[in-house]
C-alpha cells in the first residue's frame, strides 16, 4: 500500500501513433450482432477489450458512442505534450472505413453494458436521456458518452494515495485544480485528468476515511490524512 | 517308430516317447523364452540409454522426435500409449516407458495437450469448439517463451492423441484437406463439412455461391449455413449485399484478405 504506484505501467504510446487494431476489427462479421449466444459473448469480450485497449493507448476518458465522424471524445493529454488538444476523434474503434463496416448504436450500448458490468464503463450522466443508471438501452442520441476506464476511479484513487505518500502531502490541503493542473503534479499518473474523474476518484478515498473534500463546485480542496 | 509295436507294451511305450517330446518340447521352449528374455533386456537397456542420451534431442529437436515416435511406432511399441494407459494420476506406478524416458517424452505431450486444452476452451466461444491444427499451433506458438523449444503439427497431433483416454471430445477431424481438432463432442454432417470446406476458400460463403458453386437448392444452402451459425461455427455478417457467413478461423489471418470485399 505504501509504495507508490508511479510508472509501475508503461505510459501509453504518444497519441500520434496510430492504434494497432487487433485482427478481429479486420473480421467483417465482428461488427454484426451475432446471433449464437455464445458467439456473441466471444464478440462482446473481445469488443470490450478492444476498447479497453483503445482508450488506453489514445489515454481516453469519456468515449463517444457514435460511429458516425466526428465522435468527439475526451482524453488526457499525453505526458510528453501537455498542451496537446483533450479531443479526439474515434469514430474510427466502432466504424471500419476499410471494411466499410460498423457496430450499430445498439451494439455498441451492448458493449458498454458489458463493460459496465466489470465496472470498466459508466455512461456520463447529463448527456443524454441513458444517462441514468436505468437501462442504458434507450434512444441513442448523438451526444452519448460514456466513462471508459481503462484506469477505474478505485485505481486512479490509489495512484494518488501512492503519489501523497511518496511526496509527504499526508495532511496538507491541496485544490483540485493544483492536483490535475498544478507544476506539482507533473509527471505523475493522474497529471491532466478529468476533474470530473478525479472527484470520483477522491470520493473513494473519502469512504476510506484518506481523504477530505470540501468547498464549492470551482474552487474545491482536499486533505488528505 | 519303424515297426508298429504290437502288445501292450507298445501303448507304454507310446507314451514315454511322447513324454519325451514333450519334455524337449519344453526345455526348447524355455531356452527360447531366455533367449528373448536377454533380448528384451538388452534391447531396453539399449533402447533407455538411447533414450537417455538423446532425451535433450528428444525434447527440443522437433525433427528428431518425430523420428524418435515413428521408430517406437515400427517396432510395435507407443511411447505414450502405454503410459497413458497406466493409470497416469498415480504418481510413482508408471509404465516402462516412462521410467525409461524418464518421463520427459511423456511429460512433453502432456504439457503439450493441456495446452491444447487450454487454447481450445478459450477459443471455443469464437468458433463453436473447431480449430484448425495450424491456427492451433500459432497459437501455441504465441504464448511460449522466447526460446522455447519448437512444436509442429505432428507433436500437437499426439498430444490430441494422449487425451483420447479422457473419453470422445477431442478428436482429429478433416475438412477438406485440412485437419482440424474438435473439442465438442458433435459431429458434422456432410453438407456442414461441405460448406466448412467452401469457407476455406474465401474465409466466407453465401446462401448464392453454395447454390452455384455446390448446385444446392436455396433452402438446402440456408438450412446448412443457419445449422452452423447455430453451432457457432461461423460468424455471420449482415452488413453486405448478400449476408456472408465467416469461417472465425480468419479472424487469426493476416488482414490483407480484407482487400478483397466491401
Known amino acids: 500500500m505504501s509504495t507508490p504506484p508511479l510508472s509501475t505501467t508503461p505510459t501509453p504510446a504518444s497519441s500520434s501513433s496510430p492504434f494497432p487494431f487487433p485482427p478481429e476489427y479486420s473480421f467483417p462479421p465482428f461488427f454484426t450482432r451475432q446471433t449464437n449466444l455464445t458467439t456473441h459473448h466471444a464478440q462482446l469480450t473481445k469488443w470490450s477489450a478492444l476498447v479497453l485497449a483503445y482508450a488506453r493507448h489514445h489515454r481516453i476518458l469519456k468515449l463517444s458512442l457514435s460511429p458516425n465522424s466526428p465522435a468527439t471524445s475526451t482524453r488526457m493529454p499525453p505526458k510528453d505534450d501537455d498542451q496537446a488538444k483533450q479531443e479526439i476523434d474515434t469514430s474510427e474503434l466502432f466504424h471500419n472505413a476499410r471494411l466499410n463496416r460498423q457496430l450499430a448504436a445498439r451494439d455498441v450500448r451492448a458493449v458498454i453494458d458489458f463493460l459496465r458490468k466489470d465496472g470498466r464503463a459508466e455512461y456520463v450522466a447529463g448527456t443524454s436521456s441513458a444517462g441514468t443508471d436505468g437501462e442504458g438501452s434507450g434512444s441513442g442520441g448523438e451526444g452519448d458518452m460514456a466513462w471508459v476506464y481503462w484506469r477505474t476511479p478505485e485505481e486512479w484513487a490509489a495512484l494518488v494515495e501512492g503519489w501523497v505518500d511518496a511526496t509527504g502531502q499526508k495532511g496538507s490541503v491541496l485544490t483540485v485544480y493544483e492536483l490535475v493542473e498544478g507544476e506539482g503534479t507533473k509527471g505523475a499518473e493522474f497529471h491532466g485528468l478529468d476533474q470530473e474523474l478525479l472527484l470520483k476518484a477522491l470520493g473513494v478515498l473519502v469512504k476510506r476515511g484518506k481523504a477530505q473534500v470540501f468547498g464549492q463546485e470551482d474552487s474545491q480542496g482536499v486533505k488528505f490524512f | ?262
Not at chain 2, 60 to 83: E, H, K, W, Y
Not at chain 2, 152 to 172: C, F, M, N, Q
Open chain 2, 1 to 262: 517308430m519303424s515297426r508298429k509295436g504290437v502288445g501292450l507294451a507298445a501303448f507304454d511305450r507310446s507314451r514315454l516317447t511322447s513324454a519325451q517330446y514333450a519334455s524337449h518340447g519344453s526345455t526348447l521352449r524355455s531356452t527360447n523364452a531366455q533367449a528373448l528374455e536377454t533380448q528384451l533386456a538388452v534391447f531396453r537397456s539399449l533402447l533407455q540409454q538411447f533414450a537417455q542420451t538423446h532425451a535433450k534431442d528428444i525434447r527440443s529437436n522437433p525433427t528428431f522426435r518425430a523420428q524418435f515416435a515413428r521408430m517406437c511406432a515400427a517396432i510395435g511399441v507407443d511411447p505414450l500409449a502405454s503410459s497413458s494407459q497406466s493409470g497416469s494420476g498415480a504418481g510413482g506406478s508408471s509404465s516402462i516407458w516412462a521410467q525409461l524416458l524418464g518421463r520427459s517424452v511423456n511429460d512433453f505431450y502432456f504439457e503439450l495437450a493441456v495446452r491444447v486444452v487450454e487454447v481450445c476452451g478459450e477459443t471455443r466461444g469464437e468458433n463453436g469448439g473447431l480449430i484448425e491444427l495450424r491456427k492451433l499451433r500459432e497459437r501455441i506458438m504465441r504464448g511460449r517463451l522466447e526460446g522455447a523449444s519448437e512444436i509442429t503439427e505432428d507433436d500437437i497431433l499426439r498430444a490430441v492423441g494422449t487425451l483420447k483416454p479422457l473419453g470422445s471430445a477431442y478428436s482429429v477431424i478433416k475438412v477438406g484437406s485440412k485437419p482440424y481438432i474438435r473439442s465438442v463432442p458433435k459431429e458434422l454432417n456432410t453438407d456442414q463439412s461441405a460448406v466448412l470446406e467452401a469457407a476455406q476458400v474465401l474465409g466466407y460463403v453465401s446462401v448464392s455461391m453454395l447454390m452455384v458453386n455446390l448446385g444446392w437448392m436455396r433452402a438446402r444452402s440456408q438450412t446448412a449455413l443457419e445449422d452452423l451459425v447455430g453451432e457457432g461455427m461461423l460468424w455471420v455478417d449482415r452488413q453486405s449485399a448478400e449476408w456472408e457467413y465467416w469461417s472465425p478461423g480468419f479472424m487469426l489471418e493476416n488482414q490483407d484478405f480484407t482487400g478483397t470485399t466491401g
